[in-house]
């Protein structure tokens, strides 16, 4: 059986107790005139009262028991719903005699409740409820962790979302400010012409970007299918049929590892916008930030752990090479010359296959040295060609995209680009990138002939942008891990963990 300790067997048998009395213990129809928040808003005035209560109204709460003390022929109780917590008192006198016995005994800390009553001031000063009924909604299994003072293991925290949210309230806070964010996202771009669109989630080829992906079977059909590892080249195809500007807010999914800044499965939104360029994306989501900070009444320097991040507009902007110079504190002397970059990594205790090429010892560099020291908003722009495969080439320098990565609190947010539109250019970087996937690189793109096709076609001057969701969240939350703005993040099943736990 589930329910197996003895706390739960004796709660067991009090829900058993409350059907033999004639309660049911999990009743319907269960209504409320108002949230615990409406109750202290609708009755603020008994605080000003010289009787210090009003009987002559009554309103009903509902709410789950957080903290329980009696004492004989009375109790208080603390009931919590998803607006706040309100203080209730419940007595002998106000219940009725026989019920109050059962109450005492059947009801505990845990259970949600339907109370009606009265409101009035404690000795305390508190706004309170003063019950003149009491009924069982929901009688709860297992009991809550002790005490009120919240749940702390986090590995439990992250596997028991709902046991988090009851314990810790101020979670909550954080998912509705997630909501709220991308509530705040989708207006921002639905009042700038752009549509919001729904592209596939399972893809014949992997493609959109450099990562390993989920791969799945569809039985049907007897083929492979890929769940996305972005939604770009459907996105772009749409701009090739005529939606010149739209927008996607959902999930990606890349088969990688877990860390504070990386879950299997992630939200972004990505947006296209035709006869616009890398520029434009900038400039766009330096306004995005004013609003968000505007919507979300937050100042222009947010604390963030110790970094203090100052989003005043607009961003700084640095070029790729300045940036392994001027941030890194590279030698700008060997940012080309490959011996000497592995000298310098082997110098830094870093190991680096040696068979990498400029641009990816480049990239090493800029991993270690440049990235962990961006913490004001900064737009790193002209990456090389060589990691940009979608990107267009700058007319000015062919080796270099017109692209750019933005980063804040020492980690990437988005990334956007003047899109590719030469199919012939296009179909060549995807040669490139399957001779890279037959040398090992199993993040590589795969060829993708049909959205070679769609671009033969024709897809105007365009510029796109991928933003994090989740990471986005955790900068304007203050949450120093992807779990903590996941809902349900991806977790190791818990006997594999143990297994690793018992050899170390």
């Known amino acids: 059986m589930i329910f197996e300790n003895q706390y739960e067997q004796q709660r067991i048998e009090k829900s058993q107790s409350l059907k033999d009395i004639g309660k049911q213990p999990y009743p319907h129809n269960i209504k409320r005139e108002a949230t615990t928040a409406e109750f202290k808003e609708k009755f603020a005035y008994v605080l000003e009262d010289e009787n210090k209560r009003d009987e002559s109204k009554s309103l009903s709460v509902n709410g789950r028991i957080k903290f329980l003390r009696l004492m004989g022929k009375a109790a208080f109780a603390k009931i919590e719903d998803e607006s706040g917590v309100l203080q209730i008192y419940y007595s002998r006198d106000g219940i009725g005699e026989e019920w109050f016995k059962n109450v005492k005994k059947l009801v505990e800390v845990g259970d949600i409740v339907s109370v ?36 702390v293991d986090i590995e439990l925290r992250y596997r028991q979302r709902y046991l988090d949210m009851i314990m ?25 012409g752009f549509l919001e669109v729904e592209t596939p989630m399972m893809h014949p080829i992997a493609g959109g970007a450099n990562a390993r992906p989920f791969i799945t079977h569809h039985n049907a059909l007897d083929i492979e299918r890929f769940l996305r590892i972005a939604p770009e080249l459907y996105l772009k195809r749409l701009v090739v049929g005529g939606f010149e500007a739209v927008f996607e807010i959902n999930r990606n999914f890349r088969n990688e590892g877990m860390d504070q800044t990386h879950n299997p499965e992630f939200t972004m939104l990505e947006f296209y916008w035709a006869y616009h360029n890398y520029q434009d994306l900038m400039a766009l989501t330096e306004e995005l930030f004013e609003k968000l900070l505007s919507e979300l009444n937050l100042p222009s320097s947010l604390s963030y752990g110790e970094m203090q991040i100052d989003f005043s507009t607009p961003f700084k902007k640095i070029s790729w090479d300045d940036s392994l110079v001027e941030i890194g504190e590279v ?71 017109d692209r750019f990565e933005f980063f804040a609190a020492g980690t990437e947010i988005a990334n956007g680009f003047n899109e590719l539109n030469d ?82």
């Not at 003063?130 to 003072?149: D, M, R, W």
């Not at 090493?364 to 004001?376: G, M, Q, R, Y």
Request: hydrophobic share 35%.
């Open 116 to 151: 009606k009553g009265f409101p009035f001031v404690t000795k305390t000063g508190e706004l309170s409820l003063n019950a003149t009924s009491l009924e069982i909604a929901t009688k709860s299994i297992k009991p809550l962790p002790e005490k009120f003072h919240g749940l």
């Open 168 to 192: 810790n309230p101020e979670v909550k806070d954080v998912f509705k400010t997630r909501v709220k964010i991308v509530s705040i996202i989708r207006h921002f771009f639905e009042n700038r």
């Open 331 to 401: 030698p700008k002397e060997i940012i080309y010359d490959k011996e000497a970059m592995l000298l310098y990594l082997k110098e830094k205790n870093l190991d680096t296959d040696k068979s990498l090429s400029v641009v990816k010892l480049q990239t090493e560099l800029f991993d270690h040295f440049v990235e962990p020291k961006l913490i004001n908003p900064t737009f790193v722009t002209h990456y090389p060609i060589e990691i940009s495969p979608l990107a267009r080439r700058s007319d000015e320098n062919p080796e270099i995209a």
């Open 423 to 504: 199919p012939i250019d296009q179909y060549k970087r995807f040669k490139n990138q399957i001779e890279n996937k037959a040398d090992g690189d199993d993040e590589a793109h795969e060829m993708d002939e049909e959205y070679v096709h769609a671009l033969g076609y024709g897809l105007p001057p365009t510029a796109g942008q991928g933003l994090g969701i989740d990471r986005l969240v955790m900068l304007l939350t203050n949450q120093h891990s992807i779990r903590d703005v996941i809902l349900f993040p991806a977790m190791k099943p818990i006997k594999q963990q143990e297994n690793e736990e018992d050899k170390e």
